[in-house]
C-alpha cells in the first residue's frame, strides 16, 4: 500500500501561469515525517491491536454467548434492535420504522439508534447461529478492532510511522473513555470516522473519484452506525473544511481572479455528484428521525446542559477503571454508566498537548486545522453552558431535576446558538459523546508526537555514530554497534507509551449482565412464538414514573420480544413518548374498566402478567382481580407468568 502524502493544498488551483512572482498558496504541504512503505512492522501492530481485544473477551466475557459487557438496559435494547433489523430487512423492509416497541406509536425505530451500520455485520452471524447474544458480542469486539486499525490508517498517513500510527490506534480504541462508553455500542462504534477524515482530505487534495466515493461511502456507514458521530462527524468536517482552506482560497482568489473561480467551477463536478447523492440517501434514511423531531421528540437545552461536559468531569473515569476508579465520590455512589466520566488518560494527554505545541510552532497547515477543529470540538463538548461541576463535584447527580440543571458560572456557549440555528442539535441530548470525535484529534497530534521523537532521535543517533566512526580508537564495529544499542535504548522508552496507554485504559472489571438465549429463555416466550398471530399485546408490570418497576427494567421485554412476533406496549428506548406514559398510568389499576377500555381501544390481544416482579401483596391481589374478571380468559400459565385474551 502506497505512503504517498497528500499535499492538502487548494486542488482546484488554476493552471492558468502567473506573469510576477507571487505567492503560490496552492503549493503549501505537510509532508510526513518518514516516508515508509507499508512493511512487517505494519502487520505486527496491526496484530497487536486485534490481539488486545481477543484478551478483552478472554478477560472480561469469557462466555461470549451468554453475556454481554454493561449493565442491562442499553445492550439488550442493542441487542433487539440488531436482530430487528436483520429479520425485518429480509422479510419485510417496508415495515423497519414502524418497529415492534412502544406500540401503537408510530417510528418508534427512531426513538433511539438504528444501528443499520453494525446490522451489516450481525446479520450474517445472527442468520447463522440464531443466537443474538454471540451476534451482539461479536459485533461490539469487532468494533474495537476496526477503530483501532482505522485510526492507524488515518495516523500512518500523516506521520509514516507504523509505531505512531498504532499509539494513535491505542488511544482511540482503548482510551478509558471509550471503555467507560461499553453500555453504547453506538458510542464505541465511532469505527469509520477516522476513514471518513482521511478520504474527505484526500478528496480535497487531489479531486479524485475513488476518494470522494471512499469518503461518501465511510461516512454514510458512520451515519448508519450511530446518528450521534454522523451528526457530529457533519460539522467536524465542514469546520476542518473552512479552517484548512479558507485562507489558500482567499489567497489564490486575490491572485487569480476569475480564471480560479472558474477552475474551481471545473473541478466541482466530482464532488457535487457524490454530494447529491449522499443528500438523496440521507433523506431517505433520515426522514423518520425529522418526522419524529417534528412530532415533539426533540431535546431541550436543560437536557443538553445535563448531559454536558463539567470542566472536572475530564478528571473521572468509570468506576472499574483499574488505575484511576472509583466507586464513590463526596458521599455520591458513582454508576457504571454515565455519560461524565471523561478522562482520557495522562498519557494522550500530554501527547496531545505536546503535539498541538509542534505542529503551532511548526506551522504545518493540515495539521494545524486539526488542532483549531479539537478545540471547537472541546467547547461543543461543554454543551450550552459553560459547568464547573455537580454540587458534590462529582462526575453524577443522583437527583439533577434538583440541581436547578445549571452548575456555576453558568456562560452560554456555542452549543446554544448551534441549538437554534444548526440541523440536527435539536435531537441530540448529550453533548459529552463528542469526546468520541476529540479523541481523533488527540491520536493524532499523539501520533506526530512520536513520530517526530523517531525522526529527531534518528537523526541524532546517525550523527552521533558517524562522529564515533571518525574516532581513531575505534574499530570498524564500534560505530555500528553503538548505534544499534542507542537505538534499542530509546525504542524501549518509546514502547513504554503504548504500554502506559494500555494501562490507562484497561478496567479491573466489567459490569456483565447474564442473558438467556434459545431455549433458556422463559417458557412464557416461548409459547408466544408458537403462536405468531401478530396481535398486539402489553406486559404488566409496565413502567410508569419509574416507581419500583422502572422504565429501564422494560429493557428486558425489548429482548424477548426478539422470539415472538407481537407489537407490545411496552419498551426500553432513547425516548419515552407521552402515549407510552399515559397508557402506563392507566393500566396501573388494572383490570378496571378504564384500563380495559384502553387496551381495546388500541386492539391489544394479551395481557401477560410477570407477578413476580410486583411486590408479593400487590401479586396476590392482582392475580384475585384478574381471575375475577369476565373479559380476561386464562390463556396459559408458566409459573408466576400468565397469559390472557382480552375479550
Avoid at 461 to 482: C, F, M, R
Avoid at 510 to 526: E, R
Amino acid at each position: 500500500m502506497s505512503t504517498e502524502y497528500a499535499g492538502d493544498s487548494v486542488p482546484l488551483s488554476a493552471s492558468k501561469k502567473q506573469k510576477t512572482p507571487t505567492k503560490n498558496y496552492s503549493t503549501v504541504t505537510d509532508q510526513p515525517l518518514q516516508r515508509r512503505r507499508w512493511g512487517w512492522w505494519d502487520a505486527v501492530y496491526l496484530l497487536l491491536l486485534v490481539a488486545l481485544v481477543i484478551a478483552m473477551v478472554w478477560r472480561y466475557t469469557p462466555q461470549v454467548t451468554s453475556e454481554v459487557a454493561g449493565e442491562w438496559w442499553d445492550p439488550l435494547l442493542n441487542i433487539w434492535t440488531l436482530a430487528w433489523n436483520t429479520t425485518t430487512l429480509l422479510h419485510n423492509p417496508a415495515h423497519l420504522w414502524q418497529a415492534q416497541l412502544l406500540y401503537p406509536n408510530p417510528l418508534t425505530l427512531s426513538y433511539s439508534e438504528n444501528l443499520l451500520g453494525e446490522t451489516i455485520f450481525f446479520a450474517p452471524i445472527f442468520l447463522l447461529t440464531h443466537n443474538p447474544v454471540l451476534s451482539y458480542n461479536l459485533v461490539f469486539y469487532f468494533t474495537f478492532i476496526l477503530c483501532g486499525t482505522n485510526m492507524y490508517i488515518l495516523a500512518r498517513h500523516y506521520t509514516g510511522s507504523p509505531l505512531a500510527a498504532f499509539v494513535a490506534g491505542l488511544i482511540f480504541a482503548f482510551s478509558p473513555y471509550r471503555i467507560g462508553q461499553i453500555d453504547h455500542i453506538h458510542i464505541v462504534a465511532g469505527e469509520w470516522m477516522p476513514l471518513a477524515l482521511l478520504y474527505f482530505a484526500r478528496a480535497l487534495s487531489h479531486n479524485r473519484w475513488r476518494y470522494w466515493s471512499l469518503f461518501a461511502l465511510c461516512y454514510l456507514l458512520q451515519l448508519l452506525s450511530s446518528i450521534y458521530y454522523g451528526i457530529f462527524l457533519t460539522y467536524t468536517l465542514l469546520a476542518y473544511l473552512l479552517i484548512r482552506y479558507t485562507w489558500p482560497f482567499i489567497g489564490q482568489w486575490r491572485q487569480q481572479g476569475k480564471a480560479y473561480l472558474s477552475a474551481l467551477l471545473r473541478a466541482a463536478l466530482k464532488p457535487l455528484v457524490v454530494c447529491s447523492v449522499m443528500l438523496i440517501l440521507l433523506a431517505v434514511l433520515l426522514a423518520p428521525y425529522l418526522l419524529s423531531l417534528s412530532s415533539g421528540l426533540s431535546r431541550s437545552l436543560e437536557q443538553a446542559a445535563t448531559f454536558s461536559a463539567y470542566i472536572r468531569d475530564f478528571t473521572f473515569t468509570a468506576p472499574f477503571n483499574w488505575l484511576y476508579g472509583l466507586k464513590t465520590y463526596n458521599g455520591v455512589t458513582l454508576p457504571y454508566d454515565s455519560e461524565h466520566y471523561l478522562f482520557p488518560g495522562w498519557a494522550a494527554l500530554l501527547l496531545t498537548l505536546c503535539g498541538a505545541f509542534l505542529v503551532l510552532r511548526k506551522r504545518l497547515p493540515a495539521m494545524r486545522a486539526y488542532v483549531w477543529v479539537g478545540l471547537i470540538i472541546l467547547l461543543f463538548s461543554l454543551g450550552p453552558f459553560l459547568q464547573f461541576s455537580t454540587p458534590s463535584g462529582a462526575p453524577y447527580d443522583p437527583q439533577p431535576h434538583m440541581a436547578a440543571t445549571i452548575a456555576a458560572p453558568g456562560w452560554p456557549m456555542p452549543w446554544t446558538l448551534a441549538y437554534y440555528i444548526l440541523p440536527g442539535f435539536k435531537g441530540l441530548r448529550v453533548p459529552a459523546r463528542l469526546m468520541g470525535v476529540l479523541l481523533i484529534i488527540m491520536a493524532l497530534l499523539a501520533a506526530y508526537v512520536i513520530a517526530y521523537l523517531e525522526s529527531f532521535l534518528s537523526r541524532k543517533i546517525s550523527s552521533q555514530a558517524d562522529e564515533a566512526n571518525k574516532q581513531v580508537e575505534l574499530t570498524k564495529k564500534t560505530g555500528p554497534s553503538y548505534q544499534l544499542w542507542k537505538k534499542l535504548a530509546i525504542y524501549s522508552l518509546l514502547c513504554c507509551i503504548p504500554l502506559a496507554i494500555i494501562l490507562e485504559g484497561s478496567p479491573a472489571y466489567l459490569p456483565v449482565t447474564h442473558v438467556p438465549s434459545g431455549d433458556q429463555i422463559p417458557a412464557v416466550y416461548q409459547w408466544l412464538a408458537t403462536h405468531a398471530d401478530e396481535q398486539p399485546l402489553v406486559e404488566l408490570p409496565m413502567a410508569y414514573q419509574d416507581e419500583g418497576f422502572t422504565s429501564k427494567d422494560e429493557a428486558w421485554y425489548d429482548y424477548y420480544a426478539i422470539y415472538h412476533s407481537h407489537p407490545i406496549m411496552n419498551g426500553w428506548s432513547g425516548y419515552r413518548p407521552p402515549l407510552t406514559v399515559h397508557i402506563a398510568g392507566q393500566l396501573i389499576d388494572f383490570p378496571s374498566s378504564t384500563s380495559l377500555n384502553i387496551l381495546r381501544k388500541y386492539q391489544v390481544h394479551y395481557v401477560i402478567l410477570h407477578l413476580q416482579l410486583y411486590q408479593p401483596h400487590e401479586a396476590k391481589a392482582l392475580l384475585t382481580r384478574v381471575q375475577a374478571s369476565k373479559d380476561l380468559q386464562l390463556m396459559a400459565t408458566f409459573g408466576k407468568d400468565s397469559i390472557w385474551k382480552v375479550r
